[in-house]
């Protein structure tokens, strides 16, 4: 009964490291996200991808970069991070034209 | 630009209060809209709307789609403190790459919404 699974729940970076956030689902989706939440705000978009080998970029892409090497994993990478980054990163996963099934969410603070 | 817009960005009520939320969209090639609760950790499914007029009913809680205003509503009736959350409208449109037709997921700024006793 995963679902989506993400790792680390948590992480303190400092300025200028770099880390990739994991995100893995077992329901056969192939329709992937990352989202980034900001306090008080709503969910906005940095990558999606429709199948293994296919990613595009959503609203705030910059400083991220993914990969979709599988249908069932999509890591976001982190490179240089910067305070600007700090938020809570949600990863989901849907099939096809249907609603998104989410992870718990990684709590990422910069300093 | 696509544009959800989600409106009021706060609301506080006491117990019993019906609440209406908003959201409008400007989007291209609209499939559906879908309105999401979110507590303390990931926001979770509540309905998805594709077609006008429809509405979708869960308990207390009812939704409702425009698509001539390009607007859809979220109702809850006889709020509970556990009503407590932030709602988040998606709008899922197609986007074309390479030839073909993808679905993203799009979402507004989100409702905090405040239940007192």
């Known amino acids: 009964n995963a679902g989506v699974t993400q790792t680390p729940k948590f992480r303190i970076l400092k300025i200028g490291q770099s880390m990739t956030l994991q995100c893995t689902q077992d329901?056969?989706?192939?329709?992937m996200y990352w989202y980034r939440q900001d306090p008080g705000m709503g969910l906005k978009l940095i990558y999606y991808s429709v199948g293994a080998g296919i990613t595009d970029k959503g609203e705030v892409p910059n400083g991220y970069n993914v990969s979709r090497s599988t249908t069932e994993d999509f890591p976001l990478r982190l490179e240089l991070a910067a305070p600007s980054q700090t938020s809570v990163y949600f990863c989901a996963s849907s099939y096809r034209n249907t609603e998104a099934f989410f992870g718990q969410g990684t709590r990422l603070t910069v300093v | 630009e696509d544009k959800v817009v989600q409106s009021p960005l706060s609301l506080v009520v006491h117990e019993g209060d019906t609440v209406t939320l908003n959201c409008s969209y400007e989007v291209t090639n609209f499939r559906s809209l879908l309105w999401y609760k979110q507590e303390k950790k990931a926001p979770t499914f509540l309905f998805m709307l594709?077609?006008?007029?429809i509405e979708k009913k869960s308990g207390r809680l009812s939704s409702i789609l425009d698509k001539k205003e390009l607007f859809s509503i979220l109702n809850i009736t006889a709020t509970q403190t556990g009503d407590s959350a932030i709602y988040l409208c998606a709008v899922l449109l197609l986007t074309n790459a390479g030839g073909t037709s993808y679905g993203k997921l799009t979402f507004g700024q989100g409702t905090i919404l405040t239940v007192h006793p």
């Open positions: 594709t077609s006008s007029g």
């Open positions: 329901m056969n989706h192939n329709y």
